[in-house]
């Protein structure tokens, strides 16, 4: 049952430049620490919760009314929620959708997220936007602003955090969905970085049957398995330290069909020579333009990703820069056509988002298969 706003405690959130945004807690008592980013999504919040690229991360909704049509056990991208902590400005008490078992306070509290209403989610994203993701303390049971504070500051910084070992798998599975009946299946080996659901649903819709290994896995071990294509998946954090995947990448490249996806997709850049950096805030919603450099057709993409490929770093490699992100005209696609491998920083499977860049994973299929590509 839904707590009425006047007998909530107050739940505040700091920031390591001491700025102090004060809330009404409406999920589980704590503390946490995270870097606080804003989300532009006006819907999919359970797929937020849940998407592990959010691992480490402390999100604010820019939307102003979140939780109009509650939650269910369905949508979701992983088996628990991921987010450090979760800000909204109102939560809304009304759950008002057929598939809705409980609203979303009740799933807060009952997932052990500490959240906040009430929150001027304006004025912090604004401040986000200006100074950049920053670290920051999310609490229900301290209310000194200047302990906060220093409890943001002495958290640890994004950069250089190696959070896909946290979220990865421990043990080899098989995605339990049978692949699409639409020519004959293929098997493609997906890297746990941190891999969403809707993923692993996407290529099994598009005739794959999926393998899901842990991150650490041996490029050796892969190949050896004989794979029809591999996927590298997406994930939290910086993809610097994730060493294991940076050379996975760089044994598996060429070998067999390759698709990468937004962590995947900057291990790919890595492994091929090129840098990233962090970016300022970041990407984070279901409306971000994306321009096809091969087609020229604009997609309205899903995002989620602090981190990007300098694509001045890929000079005088073999690679394609495929796709520019409209608003900032940073890298979003990569190719190298004659090694059948091609990575995006955007999520084509959305979940949530549109669902103009879904005809990747049939690309994808096609590669495979030597029908195109």
């Not at 509650?70 to 450090?84: A, F, I």
């Not at 401040?127 to 670290?135: L, S």
């Not at 056509?337 to 091609?342: S, V, W």
Request: net charge negative.
């Amino acid at each position: 049952m839904y707590v009425l706003r006047h007998l909530r405690p107050p739940c505040i959130l700091a920031l390591e430049d001491g700025s102090v945004f004060a809330g009404s807690a409406i999920g589980a008592p704590g503390e946490r620490t995270g870097e606080v980013v804003f989300n532009t999504g006006m819907t999919g919040y359970q797929e937020i919760l849940t998407d592990p690229s959010y691992r480490g991360q402390i999100v604010t909704m820019t939307s102003p009314l979140i939780g109009n049509y509650g939650t269910n056990d369905e949508d979701t991208e992983s088996g628990s929620p991921m987010v450090e902590g979760f800000v909204v400005r109102e939560a809304s008490r009304v759950a008002s959708n057929w598939r809705s078992t409980r609203p979303l306070p009740d799933l807060l509290a009952e997932r052990g997220v500490v959240a906040a209403d009430d929150v001027d989610t304006r004025a912090l994203t604004l401040h986000i936007r200006e100074k950049g993701a920053m670290r920051a303390c999310i609490s229900t049971e301290d209310t000194d602003a200047e302990r906060l504070v220093e409890k943001a500051r002495s958290s640890p910084s994004m950069v250089g955090l190696d959070l896909a070992r946290e979220v990865t798998c421990a043990e080899p599975y098989d995605w339990p969905e049978d692949p699409a009946p639409d020519g004959p299946p293929v098997t493609v080996y997906v890297y746990d970085f941190g891999v969403k659901r809707s993923i692993l649903r996407r290529l099994s819709a598009a005739g794959c049957r999926a393998k899901v290994v842990p991150a650490s896995t041996p490029a050796e071990a892969v190949l050896a398995a004989g794979p029809d294509g591999v996927v590298f998946s997406n994930g939290p954090g910086d993809p610097g330290p994730v060493e294991c995947g940076i050379s996975a990448a760089r044994q598996i490249v060429g070998k067999v069909p390759v698709f990468g996806i937004c962590l995947g997709h900057q291990i790919m850049g890595l492994a091929l020579g090129g840098r990233t950096y962090k970016l300022k805030f970041g990407h984070h919603g279901s409306n971000h333009p994306v321009k096809d450099m091969i087609t020229g057709r604009i997609e309205i993409t899903a995002q989620n990703h602090g981190f990007c490929v300098d694509s001045d770093s890929l000079a005088g490699h073999e690679v394609k820069v495929t796709h520019v992100n409209l608003n900032d005209g940073t890298v979003e696609g990569l190719a190298l056509p004659e090694a059948r491998a091609f990575s995006v920083q955007f999520h084509p499977e959305a979940g949530p988002g549109p669902h103009d860049a879904r005809g990747l994973f049939r690309r994808f299929i096609e590669m495979i298969r030597g029908d195109g590509g």
